[in-house]
T-cell receptor, first 118, second 110 residues
Framework: GAVVSQHPSRVICKSGTSVKIECRSL??????MFWYRQFPKQSLMLMAT?????????EQGVEKDKFLINHASLTLSTLTVTSAHPEDSSFYIC??????????????FGSGTQLSVL | KNEVEQSPQNLTAQEGEFITINCSYS?????LHWLQQHPGGGIVSLFM???GKKKHGRLIATINIQEKHSSLHITASHPRDSAVYIC????????????FGRGTQLTVWP
C-alpha cells in the first residue's frame, strides 16, 4: 500500500536553531500534503496545506514566517521550524492524499516527528 | 467549543467486549474520518465516510449526516486494539483539511 515517510522521528534542539522535517510520499505523487501538530493531551490541529509548486496555505494563527513549508516536488514537502523556542515543542505529523485507479481518494499519514526545544 | 466532539475520552474494556466510540460534529463536512493513533504517534486511516456504513474486519463505522453523528464499533475487542481513536472531519473539498476530535484512549485488557 501507499506509504508516507516522515523524518526525523525525534529531534532535540537548542532554542534559536532551525529544524527541518521531511515528508515523502514513497510510491505515489502527492500534489497536496498537509502538516498538523499535536500538543500533549490535545487534539491534532491542521497547520497548513502544502501545494506542489506554489505557496503553502496556512491556517489562522499559524505564523508562515516561523513555519516555512516547501513543496518542491510531487513527492516531498518540508516543514522548517525557524528560530525554534520551547513553546514550539510538539508532535508534528504530515499527510498526503492519493487517488487510486479504482478507489476513492485516501489519506495517508507520516509517522510523526516529536520536536523538543531546550 | 470544538467543532468535533468525541466520547468517551477514555474507555477500558475486557477482551471480547463490543466497543462503541461516538463522534458529533457541528460544521458542514464533505467526509468524516476515523483514525487510529498508536503510542509512538503514528496514525492510520481506518475509514472515510460520507454516508451510511462501512465495515472492515471487526471494525464498523456509521454516519448519520442529518444528525451530524458518527460511531465507530469494534466487535470482539482484542488487546491489540488498544490505541487512541480519533474522529476527524474534512472541512471542504480538499481531502486532508481536517478538524480533529480529542480522541478516545481505548485500553483492552486480556
Amino acid at each position: 500500500g501507499a506509504v508516507v515517510s516522515q523524518h526525523p522521528s525525534r529531534v532535540i534542539c537548542k532554542s534559536g536553531t532551525s529544524v527541518k522535517i521531511e515528508c515523502r510520499s514513497l510510491d505515489f505523487q502527492a500534489t497536496t500534503m498537509f502538516w498538523y501538530r499535536q500538543f500533549p493531551k490535545q487534539s491534532l490541529m491542521l497547520m497548513a496545506t502544502s501545494n506542489e509548486g506554489s505557496k503553502a496555505t496556512y491556517e489562522q494563527g499559524v505564523e508562515k514566517d516561523k513555519f516555512l513549508i516547501n513543496h518542491a516536488s510531487l513527492t516531498l514537502s518540508t516543514l522548517t521550524v525557524t528560530s525554534a523556542h520551547p513553546e514550539d515543542s510538539s508532535f508534528y505529523i504530515c499527510s498526503a492524499s492519493r487517488r487510486g485507479a479504482t478507489t476513492n481518494e485516501k489519506l495517508f499519514f507520516g509517522s510523526g516527528t516529536q520536536l523538543s526545544v531546550l | 467549543k470544538n467543532e468535533v466532539e468525541q466520547s468517551p475520552q477514555n474507555l477500558t474494556a475486557q477482551e471480547g467486549e463490543f466497543i462503541t466510540i461516538n463522534c458529533s460534529y457541528s460544521v458542514g463536512i464533505s467526509a468524516l474520518h476515523w483514525l487510529q493513533q498508536h503510542p509512538g504517534g503514528g496514525i492510520v486511516s481506518l475509514f472515510m465516510l460520507s454516508s451510511g456504513k462501512k465495515k472492515h474486519g471487526r471494525l464498523i463505522a456509521t454516519i448519520n449526516i442529518q444528525e451530524k453523528h458518527s460511531s465507530l464499533h469494534i466487535t470482539a475487542s482484542h488487546p491489540r486494539d488498544s490505541a487512541v481513536y480519533i474522529c476527524a472531519v474534512d472541512r471542504g473539498s480538499t481531502l486532508g483539511r481536517l478538524y480533529f476530535g480529542r480522541g478516545t484512549q481505548l485500553t483492552v485488557w486480556p
